[in-house]
């Protein structure tokens, strides 16, 4: 008697509890990164939105090229250059209605930007005189996010609650590759997807976190893949291609309207410049492969797309590329005025009212500032002044020695 | 008028109500944590609230602390008023980089555009029994991040006005519920309940003239305990709950202190790196001269909270405590 023949009552069925959830084949990405500029889908785009992303790419890198000059002539702390990835900060910005929201990582100030956020207020973090130097509400934009993948989540929340309310509105977050290996990546995809929230994920896998490249990070078979897992799309977009990345992103964004849930989106791109102005590429990268990139760059892509069909002339190119430079000289102008800074702004807005013992710091600070000025003013007198001042406690006056 | 008779209510209860009339009274108001909804939470202080009030307000998240809060911080973004329930102390801690870098900072770095209203409930501390990591005393981590506020109730009548004064606050406040006083009992209304008190008040629970414990959440009951089998021993104790560690009262515990010339500070927490050697030093600083000893501390050991059966000889008890008040060097008095 065989095996099988043994096993003859024996038919499998699933655990009890045990039912299919979603099939997983309609999530898969394309095999290969989408593509427009170049294509026969190209024809389809409308030319008035490839001439404002070919302005918007023009503006995108000269602001990456006067923010990193700006911090090599010591105006900003620190600048994540863009460049290279303009398709994705411009699309990203572009794509959106008024009403939906942005949220950017640390390296996206030029999607703020290009959403409409003062060139300058956007730099507050980077220049050191504040955190967020605009108001969120405003455009739109979360603050820009250091610590990675945290604003994912904020952004899945966000989205959420729109919907509770009843309102038409999406929420875009960027991350970087590396990004997606952190815990709160996966804790947002998973929220995400649960609460079939109006959310729209952008990686940039722009091949490295800092120095890291993504073998290192992952194992899966694209970052797009993920997604899967989630039961969520995944899709996979050429990153330097801004017509691509603009039409992924807009299918995700009004499924995610029309209530189906959340996308994520892989946007395969380079990232042409060191990490920061304060890294070395050299260290982790042949300069053959930053070259191999220059050939797929966002900006001549989009460019021949547009001369070759008529749709841009010299005197086109000429236009956006003074009206980047203007942008440019301004930014440079205004960022080269030193910020008016109060230091009593330390204790403004840690509470909606100061404890009593911020009360009591900044009453502390204020003395310190009274004094430096009365030093300034050059008045021997005050310069030999005990600094010890009465108890800290101002409310309940100095303690006595009075038993 | 109606008069409702009093009847006793656990503090559990009180928090369970606490939501409820928020819920009630302000359609931004969401619950969400794990097991809040159909289980009413391990504890069962959200007990009813999803069926009152619907899934979409009283929500059974994903099982991820992180993505609860963080989660939580885009809803408070959008202008809801989210109150987060950690399901115990130890599982709030991989929720720690959105409380830190987020939840309390979001007011300050954009300058008061974002503030978020976000209430984080937390279990807190030991004495029931539990096994490995569902006893800790965390407060000394929220307590050293600026921008949250942290308060902790020791009574029924505390815990709903503590909790409805949290979810009314537009800063983020962590409230640590004292595990072991979820069943404790008092008299108390539900239909009249206490004021809402402003944030930041410690109350004096008992007056005496001897010394003064200065305590809060757990060892509150502990140390009315204490005061009172000192009476045998001729001392007079006083007993400051603080409800709230931040804001810290100063003014009461100073004034209190200045009063009785003698000072013992009283948690579960350890003591090195504690809440005691802030608060010994904050009374020291302003009540220098009035002092005949030392601020003593009497806090749980320095070593991760111990198994059940051994958990009776960290946490602090009436001995320890009293036998702290005898340190007080009295001697000198005589
Ligand atoms: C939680 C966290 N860990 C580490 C860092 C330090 N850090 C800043 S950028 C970066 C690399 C990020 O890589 P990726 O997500 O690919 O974004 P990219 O820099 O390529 O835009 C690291 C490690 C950080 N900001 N946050
Ligand atoms: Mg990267």
Redesign the pocket.
């Given at each position: 008697m065989t095996v099988m023949e043994q096993r003859g009552a024996y038919r499998p069925t699933p655990p009890p509890a045990w039912q299919p959830r979603t099939d997983p084949a309609p999530l898969l990405p394309d095999a290969l990164p989408h593509r427009v500029l170049g294509t026969a889908a190209a024809d389809r785009a409308d030319p008035d939105l490839l001439r404002r992303l070919y302005a918007e790419l023009v503006r995108g890198r000269r602001y990456n090229a006067q923010a990193t000059a700006l911090t090599k002539q010591g105006r900003l702390a620190v600048y994540?250059s863009s460049t290279g990835q303009e398709a994705c900060e411009v699309a990203a910005a572009l794509v959106l209605e008024e009403r939906d929201w942005l949220f950017p990582?640390?390296?996206d100030t030029l999607s703020a930007v290009a959403r409409g956020l003062d060139p300058v207020q956007a730099l507050t973090l980077l220049r050191g005189d504040w955190h967020t130097g605009y108001d969120p509400n405003e455009h739109r934009v979360a603050p820009l996010c250091?610590?990675?993948?945290?604003q994912l989540p904020h952004a899945v929340g966000l989205a959420h609650a729109a919907r509770l309310k009843g309102d038409d509105v999406v929420a875009l977050a960027l991350?970087?590759?590396?990004?997606t290996s952190?815990g709160d990546f996966h804790e947002a995809l998973n929220f995400a997807a649960v609460w079939r929230a109006p959310v729209v994920f952008l990686v940039?896998n722009?091949g490295?976190?800092?120095s890291v490249p993504l073998a290192k990070q992952t194992a899966a078979p694209s970052l797009a893949h993920k997604a899967v897992g989630y039961g969520m799309p995944g899709r996979l977009v050429d990153g330097n291609d801004a017509a691509a990345v603009h039409e992924v992103l807009g299918e995700a964004i009004a499924h995610a309207r029309a209530g189906g849930g959340p996308t994520l989106v892989e946007a395969v791109t380079y990232?042409m410049e060191a990490?920061t102005n304060a890294d070395d590429d050299k260290r982790y990268r042949a300069d053959a492969e930053v070259e191999a990139w220059r050939a797929h760059d966002p900006i001549a892509l989009l460019e021949r797309e547009l001369t070759e069909r008529g749709l841009l002339d010299e005197d086109g190119i000429r236009a956006v590329r003074e009206d980047a430079e203007a942008m440019a000289a301004d930014l440079r102008e205004r960022m080269n005025q030193d910020p008016v800074l109060d230091p009593m702004d330390l204790f403004a807005h840690v509470y909606a009212r100061p404890t009593t013992q911020l009360q009591e710091q900044e009453a502390q600070l204020r003395a310190e500032l009274d004094a430096e000025i009365r030093h300034h003013e050059d008045e021997p007198d005050h310069r030999d002044e005990p600094d010890h001042r009465d108890g800290p406690d101002h409310r309940d006056g100095p303690e006595v020695n009075a038993r | 008028m109606t008069t409702v008779a009093v009847k006793p209510a656990t503090m559990a209860q009180a928090l369970g109500r606490a939501l409820r009339d928020a819920l009630a009274e302000d359609p931004t108001v969401h619950v969400m944590g794990e097991d809040v909804g159909a289980l009413g939470g391990v504890f069962r202080v959200t007990d009813g609230l999803a069926k009152e009030f619907g899934e979409d307000r009283v929500t059974d998240t994903a099982l991820a602390e992180a993505g609860i809060l963080g989660t939580a911080v885009g809803m408070a973004m959008y202008g809801l008023r989210p109150v987060v329930e950690m399901q115990f102390d130890a599982f709030a801690y991989p929720a720690f980089e959105q409380l830190i870098s987020h939840v309390a900072k979001m007011r300050n770095r954009t300058r008061g555009a974002t503030p978020l209203p976000i209430t984080v409930r937390v279990p807190y501390g030991g004495g029931i029994g539990g096994v490995e990591h569902h006893s800790d005393s965390s407060e000394a981590y929220y307590m050293a991040t600026p921008g949250l506020h942290v308060v902790t109730p020791a009574t029924v009548a505390d815990a709903y006005g503590l909790l409805r004064a949290a979810i009314a606050s537009d800063d983020p406040v962590v409230v640590l519920e004292p595990k072991r006083l979820y069943w404790s009992k008092d008299s108390w209304n539900p239909d009249e309940p206490q004021a809402v008190e402003p944030i930041g008040r410690a109350v004096v629970r008992r007056r005496g003239r001897s010394a003064t414990l200065i305590t809060y959440g757990p060892s509150v009951p502990v140390c009315l305990e204490a005061a009172e089998a000192a009476r045998a021993e001729g001392w007079d104790l006083e007993v400051v709950d603080l409800r709230s560690l931040v804001p810290f009262d100063d003014e009461t515990v100073a004034a209190s202190v200045r009063r009785t010339g003698r000072a013992v500070v009283v948690h579960e927490s350890g003591g090195f790196g504690g809440p005691g050697g802030e608060i010994a030093a904050r009374v020291t600083e302003r009540c220098f001269h009035h002092l005949e000893a030392p601020v003593l501390r009497v806090a749980g050991f320095d070593i991760p909270y111990p198994p059940p059966m051994l958990e009776r000889h960290h946490l602090p008890g009436v001995d320890r405590i009293l036998d702290a008040v005898a340190r007080l060097q009295w001697e000198a008095q005589s």
């Open positions: 994540p990582s640390y390296r250091t610590p990675l993948a945290t991350v970087g590759d590396g990004g952190e940039q722009n490295f976190a800092i990232r990490h | -």
